[in-house]
């Protein structure tokens, strides 16, 4: 059974930083990544990384966070610096699991971020 486990979230004033992780566990994970929803919006995409370490970042934080992973522990993290309110979301963790040609998606429960002007 697969579980994911966030934590980091917080609450920070503009320019701040937060960190978070989450740890995998149940099965082998290829791509891993976060995401965000904020309130009255879509979830939408904010870093993904492959299991060979390749990275893929919404423009909105480019620049500004950092995707990483350490594959022997399964856990991903994602450093955001120079955050702004606008990315006060509810951030998931979500990891793949490709099975015959298929792909599973597998979400955390989700972990706050608030900035504060």
């Known amino acids: 059974q697969v579980h994911l486990v966030e934590s980091g979230g917080g609450s920070v004033q503009a320019g701040g930083s937060l960190r978070l992780s989450c740890t995998a566990s149940g099965s082998i994970f290829s791509t891993m990544g976060w995401y965000r929803q904020a309130p009255g919006k879509q979830r939408e995409l904010v870093a993904v990384?492959?299991?060979?370490?390749?990275?893929n970042y919404a423009d909105s934080v480019k620049g500004r966070f950092t995707i990483s992973r350490d594959n022997a522990k399964n856990t991903v993290y994602l450093q955001m610096n120079s955050l702004k309110p606008e990315d006060t979301a509810v951030y998931y963790c979500n990891a793949q699991v490709g099975i015959l040609s298929r792909v599973y998606d597998y979400w955390g429960q989700g972990t706050q971020v608030t900035v504060s002007s």
């Open positions: 990384i492959s299991s060979g370490g390749s990275t």
